[in-house]
């Protein structure tokens, strides 16, 4: 067997016990042969130096759109809507395929960087973001962005041949560590009449479904008012909502809503960053684990969270769930480091999440010799209140290195930022 020995730290385990012990890794099947402390090693396995560090599961970012690493701090400080149309609309009318692969380079680097070894990505030229995946070892779930809103007919039925053509070319790419998703971009901004006619071709190739839904009050009320249901009873009659699908944002969902997901085993991603800075809402997560439903996090794009440091979001959810739950209690400390690992992982339809024999080997190694995690009473208090991307050691995907000691090993780190750079300063100056 090629393995890899990770050694001689603590291990998060499964029930979200911390213990001392070692995990092999099996490189060949890029999966975790054993953890524990009296593992029988072979003699050529390369080891992984775990000393005062915490093993933990590889992050799962469950929705983003990495490509708008190129938006970060470009447009502030205003609500969805008018951010969308104003800003971000704007200047992705002028995205070319290399800006969408500087931006996906520069936003896995920073993933790797910060324990995140998976993540569910909705855009545009998804090739391009494929393509760096795939050189960056990550595992991923990807789909084109269709939206209709403003398009004629032929305009719209391209973009969702497009989509379509993605998913089934790409599903299994980079051996397997890509898989693909129809991604509608929301119930608003696509036509009932292209969810009627896709998604049951997606359906019928297996092709999971992807959407934003119930992310502002201007998401719900003209859905309610044109069809007199629930946005996601509407959802529900254009069979969006299946075990293999999952939701963005969530946040203005009733019960009933809740009761639905739970119901059609749909999961939910919490976007919280992005929710508080585009003053969207609180979403009702401790009701929704309640009731069953499965939640992921996601950082949602760099432009409006500003950045892809998963650990971010674990605080942010912990803390806007005691806020939305009127409950300190409510997203405890465990609840949102589940979000955040097997949580996402089955959100977006991937054996992560976990360290046990049989999952995938993606995991990350956080450094725990430092003074904000410090003493040790609770350490998956400290990864959901304390700990930060810069903490992360190594990083792992599929059995394979992609970050030792702080050094990203198949991303170029300074390249990435330098094209990122010039590529977004020419996207600004073309689109004003």
Known sequence: MHALYV??????????????????????????????????????????DAAGGLVIPGLVNA????AMTLLRGYADDKPLDAWLQEDVWPVEAELEPADVAAGARLGVAEMIRSGTTAFADMYFEMDQV????????????????????????????????????????????????????????????????????????AREAGIPVHVHANETTDEVEPIVSESGQRPLAYADDLDVLAPDSFLAHCVHVDAGEIDLLAERGTAAVHCPASNMKLASGMAPVQAMLDAGVTVGLGTDGAASNNDLDMFDELRDAAMLGKLAADDASAVDAQAAVEMATVGGAAAIGIDSGRIEPGANADLA????????????????????????????????CDGELLMRDREVLTVDVDAARAAAQERATALVERAA
């Open 130 to 201: 494929a393509d760096v995946v795939a050189e960056s070892g990550m595992r991923a779930r990807l789909g084109h962005g269709a939206i209709t809103v403003g398009k004629d007919a032929d305009a719209a039925h391209a973009d969702f041949e497009t989509a379509l053509a993605f998913a089934r070319e790409y599903d299994g790419a980079a051996d397997g560590r890509i898989s693909t998703m129809l991604t509608p971009h929301s119930l608003t901004t696509v036509d009932e009449t292209y969810y009627r006619e896709y998604v049951p071709q």
């Open 365 to 396: 190694v956080v450094d725990l010799e430092v003074p904000h995690l410090t003493p040790r009473h609770d350490l998956v208090s400290h990864l959901a209140y304390a700990a930060r991307g810069s903490d992360v050691r190594h990083t792992v």
């Open 63 to 66: 929705h983003t759109h990495v």
């Open 7 to 48: 050694a001689g730290g603590h291990v998060l385990r499964p029930d979200g016990t911390i213990v001392e012990g070692d995990v092999l890794v099996d490189r060949d099947a890029g999966r975790i042969d054993a953890v524990g402390s009296d593992i029988a090693v072979p003699a050529d396995a390369e080891t992984l």
